[in-house]
Structures are given as C-alpha cells and as structure tokens.
Nanobody, 128 residues
C-alpha cells in the first residue's frame, strides 16, 4: 500500500514561513521522484517543486525561485518544502506526489500527468 501524507500547512501572514512535510508509507522514497503541487480555487493544479530520487535534479516554478526549497531525507522516508517570504498568491492546497519514472528533460520533472501517487493535501493560507 503506497501512501503519502502531508503536514505543516496553516495560516501565516505575508512574509512568513512554513515547512511542509510529506511522509511515505508502503514504499521507500529512494526509488521515486517526488513533487509538490498546489491548487488554488478556480485554478488548475500546477507543479511547484520536484526532486529526483536521489536529489540530484531539482525543479522550481519561476514564481517561487529563491523563496522555496525542496529537500529529501530518504532515511526518514520524508520530503520537505521550506516556504519563505510567503505571499497571498501562494494560498492553495498543497499536495505531494510520487512517481517511479525518470525523465530525460528537466523541464518535464513537474509534469502533473506523470505522477501516480498522491497525498490528500494540506491547506496553506497566506493572509494578513
């Protein structure tokens, strides 16, 4: 049984920080590419940040570069998303997802259609 559980969401003021965690059970993350995705009301789900199975390749959507950091601790079967300098437009439900597939091109790392296993999501709200 492959399962992903997100935690760490909440309500923060603009400029604040949150760290999201994604814990896997039923499988070991070291053989999976992991992505963080978000979906805001009325908008499509988009890739925020994705990381290869051993952390050697990383993707960030342009809007979060310099503010968000993805990392993984395979010994703990956990992937993190550190979010700093949060903005109201970052408000969304954030999901982690996993896929065993590999990609040739870095620009395809966070293609939402390639991810097979999804968590239930955690709400992030940025508001004053």
């Amino acid at each position: 049984q492959l399962q992903l559980v997100e935690s760490g969401g909440g309500l923060v003021q603009p400029g604040g920080s949150l760290r999201l965690s994604c814990v896997a059970s039923g499988f070991t993350l070291d053989n999976y590419r992991i992505g963080w995705f978000r979906q805001a009301p009325g908008k499509e789900r988009e890739g925020v940040s994705c990381i290869s199975s051993r952390g050697g390749s990383i993707y960030y959507v342009d809007s979060v570069k310099g503010r968000f950091t993805i990392s993984r601790d395979n010994a703990k079967n956990t992937v993190y998303l550190q979010m700093n300098s949060l903005k109201p437009e970052n408000t969304a439900v954030y999901y982690c997802a996993a896929t065993p597939t590999r990609v040739t091109f870095l620009q395809r790392m966070c293609d939402v259609t390639k991810y097979d296993y999804w968590g239930q999501g955690t709400q992030v709200t940025v508001s004053s």
